[in-house]
């Protein structure tokens, strides 16, 4: 992981300085399983191999949570964190934090790329509690994420995903004029959000509601 890290040598994260010396958590019943301090010989800014990533400030062994990765990456269908936590032998709730924070990692990386040709776009609700009267989506407790998919060749390629406030076009419009490339294809359901904001982005749009036949629309 230290290479990983730093694959040309340590790096003080304030200074800059290449010189340094390792301090042990030596002082905490959990120190044989907790990562060491890197300090840098030049300003004493201490730092560790997992800053900014997945496993900063965990108390969870390192080797869960690398089990943690492979499971939820191993099932295309989705893990629970209930799943989790029997496997890897931590509590639910532990489990469910692990869980929230890979998640929210994928969704920020799929934030890098902007996605091209043709574009399913829709909206989607998730999380929020089950209260056992069934109400799902609008309206409810969870909470709204914009999914843009790439296609090819009728297959899925690449996704985005965004969890948003609202969606409304105020909030929408802007995550999809960066997560999308100016000339591709919208491919929706023709929902109010969506055409509002074709008609303020321009893109080639083809809203599922209308047949097929009926060909692309370019929105002005």
């Known amino acids: 992981m230290f290479v990983l890290r730093w694959p040309d040598g340590f790096v003080c994260p304030k200074c800059g300085s290449t010189e340094y010396c390792e301090v042990a958590c030596s002082s905490r019943k959990d120190a044989e399983d907790r990562l060491p301090l890197f300090q840098c010989k030049n300003c004493s800014k201490q730092t560790s191999i997992t800053v900014g990533d997945l496993f ?49 990692a994928m969704v920020n990386r799929n934030g890098w790329y902007q996605l091209e040709g043709l574009v399913q776009i829709d909206d989607a609700y998730v999380g929020g509690e089950s209260h056992g009267d069934g109400k799902r989506g609008r309206g409810s407790d969870q909470d709204p994420v914009i999914v843009a998919v790439q296609m090819e060749r009728g297959k899925p390629k690449y996704i985005t995903m965004a969890l948003m406030p609202n969606l409304t076009k105020e909030t929408v419009a802007p995550v999809l004029s960066e997560r999308l490339k100016p000339n591709c294809v919208w491919d929706t359901d023709g929902s109010m959000t969506l055409v509002a904001c074709a008609k303020e982005l321009e893109p080639i749009y083809l809203p599922q509601s209308h047949p097929r036949q009926k060909g692309w629309v370019k929105m002005k």
């Open 56 to 104: 900063h400030k965990t108390k969870t062994d390192l080797r869960k949570r690398f089990l943690k990765v492979y499971l939820v990456a191993n099932d295309k269908r989705g893990v629970a964190a209930t799943t989790i936590a029997r496997n890897i032998g931590v509590s639910y709730p532990t489990a469910w934090g692990m869980l929230r924070k890979m998640r929210k």
